[in-house]
């Protein structure tokens, strides 16, 4: 069974992956799809599990919006250039598995 994992930025593609995931999750199984709002407990370290459940992953969905690519920070800065963007992060993580789709 395939472990998928769900990259997106809230402000530009929540509805689409919250659709997304309920569809794959019907299929597949809620246990087998990662999707920050429901895969992550309050106290747990984030980038453990992240890298935990990237590593695990045989496809990671990386959901572009429109505003992706420009989004920015409350301070006005790009989200794509901040050194802990975890969207950034998750990708970065993800394209060094060589065994991922």
């Known amino acids: 069974m395939p ?5 997106y930025r809230r402000k530009d593609s929540i509805a689409y ?14 246990d087998n799809i ?3 709002i429901d895969s992550l ?6 980038m453990e599990v992240l890298n935990r459940s990237i590593t695990s992953c045989s496809v990671f969905l990386a959901l572009i919006g429109k505003d992706w ?7 006005g800065s790009p989200r794509l250039s901040a050194p802990n963007d975890l969207v950034v992060l998750e990708i970065a993580m993800a394209l060094k598995k060589r065994d991922i789709l």
Do not use: C, E, K
């Open 69 to 75: 690519a420009t989004a920015r920070d409350d301070a």
């Open 3 to 7: 472990r998928i994992f769900i990259n």
């Open 41 to 46: 407990q309050p106290g747990v370290d984030i």
């Open 17 to 30: 992956a919250g659709r997304i995931y309920d569809h794959l999750a019907s299929h597949f199984g809620r």
């Open 34 to 36: 990662f999707m920050d």
